[in-house]
């Protein structure tokens, strides 16, 4: 009985180093028979790697954070950590990595796209020439554009953002600067995107934004409902172009009797910059007669009419 329970597991056991061998020999077969065909076949040699982009990516931007170049294998290369790689950069909203048989790869980059500059600083002049001036899309991330774009030049800026520590990939915490980017959005999507162009946020106050917009017109928002304060500022700039006049200062922090002041009108400032002309003097000529004591006159002036003499009249004014 026992030898005969022996015999029965020395069966099975020779079953199993049986199938453990020729599962071996299929997987070193299969291993080999993939090198040969796929990883080591010149035939799969990555040669063409193509680039889109909607932005201002350059394609060595995007080759070297990827660590991706033309001449190795195309089946070498790990789609999954080349996309994530990718996403990683700051300009970058969504990427897409496509391997295409037997040696082309395509990559397609949607970046982020700015919505303004922001900065600690107080007050900037030249954005482009400023080390503390950031890019930032519509979901406070921070970037830095190694080619800056002219249409970047027009974007409006967050000044003033001292309580935020600004680095490039970092997406905006403070209130300010996200009540700030919640006005440039709530703004572009009504009446107020083509009368009310944002240039500037004075966003240093804890309290308050200080907009300015195209036209100098300076209107102070409160943190809370953006939306109301928008509907009244639309209210005031509807009256502003029935009643023809210009909005100089806009207090929406008040709810009632709300501080407002108009800027002069053009007709005015131009009269204000003129001096009043002086009143012309008109000379008018009287005939002059030679007095006694002089001598007679000689013959070539005998016949010539006397001499003249201009006095000045003032002219007398009409009403």
Same mark, same amino acid.
């Given at each position: 009985?026992?030898?005969?329970?022996?015999?029965?597991?020395?069966?099975?056991?020779?079953?199993?180093?049986?199938?453990?061998?020729?599962? $071996?020999?299929?997987?070193?077969?299969?291993?080999?028979? $993939?090198?040969?065909?796929?990883?080591?076949?010149?035939?799969?040699?990555?040669?063409?790697?193509?680039?889109?982009?909607?932005?201002?990516?350059?394609?060595?931007?995007?080759?070297? $954070?990827?660590?991706?170049?033309?001449?190795?294998?195309?089946?070498?290369?790990?789609?999954?950590?080349?996309?994530?790689?990718?996403?990683?950069?700051?300009?970058?909203?969504?990427?897409?990595?496509?391997?295409?048989?037997?040696?082309?790869?395509?990559?397609?980059?949607?970046?982020?796209?700015?919505?303004?500059?922001?900065?600690?600083?107080?007050?900037?002049?030249?954005?482009?020439?400023?080390?503390?001036?950031?890019?930032?899309?519509?979901?406070?991330?921070?970037?830095?554009?190694?080619?800056?774009?002219?249409?970047?030049?027009?974007?409006?800026?967050?000044?003033?953002?001292?309580?935020?520590?600004?680095?490039?990939?970092?997406?905006?915490?403070?209130?300010?600067?996200?009540?700030?980017?919640?006005?440039?959005?709530?703004?572009?999507?009504?009446?107020?995107?083509?009368?009310?162009?944002?240039?500037?946020?004075?966003?240093?106050?804890?309290?308050?934004?200080?907009?300015?917009?195209?036209?100098?017109?300076?209107?102070?928002?409160?943190?809370?409902?953006?939306?109301?304060?928008?509907?009244?500022?639309?209210?005031?700039?509807?009256?502003?172009?029935?009643?023809?006049?210009?909005?100089?200062?806009?207090?929406?922090?008040?709810?009632?009797?709300?501080?407002?002041?108009?800027?002069?009108?053009?007709?005015?400032?131009?009269?204000?910059?003129?001096?009043? $002309?002086?009143?012309?003097?008109?000379?008018?000529?009287?005939?002059?007669?030679?007095?006694?004591?002089?001598?007679?006159?000689?013959?070539?002036?005998?016949?010539?009419?006397?001499?003249?003499?201009?006095?000045?009249?003032?002219?007398?004014?009409?009403?």
């Amino acid at each position: 009985m026992a030898e005969h329970r022996a015999r029965r597991a020395l069966a099975v056991l020779s079953r199993v180093v049986l199938l453990a061998a020729l599962c $071996a020999a299929i997987y070193a077969g299969t291993r080999e028979a $993939a090198r040969r065909l796929f990883f080591e076949n010149p035939d799969y040699t990555l040669k063409t790697i193509e680039f889109q982009t909607d932005g201002s990516l350059q394609r060595e931007q995007i080759l070297n $954070a990827a660590d991706l170049h033309e001449g190795q294998n195309i089946f070498r290369v790990n789609l999954a950590r080349v996309h994530d790689l990718i996403e990683q950069l700051p300009q970058t909203d969504e990427v897409e990595v496509v391997r295409n048989l037997p040696s082309e790869i395509d990559i397609r980059v949607v970046e982020r796209k700015p919505v303004a500059w922001i900065t600690t600083e107080k007050e900037i002049s030249d954005p482009f020439a400023s080390d503390s001036a950031f890019l930032v899309d519509a979901r406070g991330v921070l970037m830095k554009e190694k080619k800056l774009l002219p249409e970047y030049l027009g974007l409006p800026v967050i000044v003033g953002c001292s309580s935020e520590s600004l680095e490039v990939g970092k997406v905006v915490e403070s209130p300010e600067a996200k009540t700030a980017l919640e006005l440039l959005r709530l703004s572009a999507r009504s009446f107020l995107q083509m009368r009310f162009q944002i240039r500037e946020i004075d966003a240093s106050e804890s309290y308050r934004l200080l907009v300015t917009d195209k036209n100098h017109s300076r209107v102070t928002f409160g943190y809370n409902d953006l939306e109301t304060q928008l509907r009244r500022l639309e209210q005031f700039l509807v009256y502003c172009d029935d009643s023809k006049q210009e909005l100089a200062t806009l207090n929406l922090l008040v709810q009632r009797n709300i501080p407002v002041t108009f800027a002069p009108r053009a007709a005015t400032v131009i009269n204000d910059t003129i001096e009043p $002309a002086l009143e012309p003097r008109i000379m008018k000529a009287i005939p002059v007669h030679p007095s006694e004591s002089r001598p007679p006159p000689s013959k070539a002036r005998i016949n010539s009419k006397p001499p003249l003499r201009a006095i000045p009249i003032q002219r007398q004014k009409t009403d």
